[in-house]
């Protein structure tokens, strides 16, 4: 079954700092998504991306993120200042079509603001 | 906006056992419902789905959840626990609130199942 892979697996960052999460999604789908998980917390909604443009955001993803899909088969997430509480798993989505109903995940990328 | 409850963030069988993972929602409009499930370092798998159709829905690796509109429920079952089942299971909802919003999913606080031999 295609897969969508995220890299790295493990990131380290100091605070401040600027970090990119990227992911290739399957390469026929049309719709991209981030979610995160902070550790003992529910997976929540980042953002949803669909013709090269945000469709939906939650209130987490502030001025601090973006998302870019800068060569058609990369989907990435950036934070431009981390902070501790930015320490998340992050996963990354795709899916074909909406009616669908069906998103594929990424094995996500464990984030550790230090 | 939605919301989705597990019931036990720990479940733990026996192998061959029955296995049942609680989910109830919350949903102003009709909701669609997911199961998927996480094995260690591996992203979320889809399980099964409820998209309004049949209320009693089969899904992979033996699994199957009933949707009760009565309840709010959708909880997950199987009848007989394989030591491969030992993975968290994240509920899931999704509303047609317009335009692509019943893309976004959201989760329950995920339930660990252990499998005993």
């Known amino acids: 079954e295609p897969e969508v892979t995220q890299t790295p697996s493990h990131q380290v960052t100091q605070m401040g700092q600027e970090v990119i999460l990227r992911c290739v999604p399957i390469?026929?789908?049309?719709?991209f998504y981030w979610y995160r998980q902070i550790l003992g917390q529910k997976v929540e909604f980042l953002v949803s991306?669909?013709?090269?443009?945000?469709?939906?955001k939650s209130e987490i993803f502030d001025d601090q993120f973006s998302v870019e899909r800068p060569d058609g088969s990369n989907f990435t997430l950036k934070i431009r200042s981390t902070k501790l509480e930015d320490s998340a798993m992050y996963f990354c989505?795709?899916?074909?079509?909406?009616?669908?109903?069906?998103?594929?995940f990424g094995q996500g990328t464990r984030l550790t603001v230090v | 906006a939605q919301s989705v409850t597990q019931l036990g963030s720990h479940v733990s069988v026996s192998e061959g056992a029955l296995v049942l993972l609680r989910c109830n929602y919350s949903?102003?409009?009709?909701?669609?419902l997911f199961w998927y499930v996480q094995y260690p370092n591996q992203g979320l798998q889809l399980l099964l789905k409820?998209?309004?159709?049949?209320?009693l829905v089969k899904g992979i690796n033996g699994f199957e959840a009933e949707f009760k509109k009565s309840e709010t429920s959708f909880h997950l079952t199987k009848p007989s626990a394989h030591m491969s089942d030992a993975a968290e299971y994240f509920c899931?909802?999704?509303?047609?609130?317009?335009?692509?919003?019943?893309?976004?999913?959201?989760f329950g606080q995920g339930t660990i199942l252990t499998v005993h031999p």
């Open positions: 390469s026929n789908h049309l719709y």
């Open positions: 409820y998209t309004s159709a049949a209320t």
């Open positions: 949903s102003s409009v009709p909701p669609y």
């Open positions: 899931a909802v999704s509303v047609n609130a317009g335009g692509t919003s019943y893309g976004k999913l959201t």
């Open positions: 989505a795709s899916s074909e079509a909406l009616w669908r109903l069906k998103a594929f």
């Open positions: 991306f669909y013709n090269n443009e945000i469709s939906e």
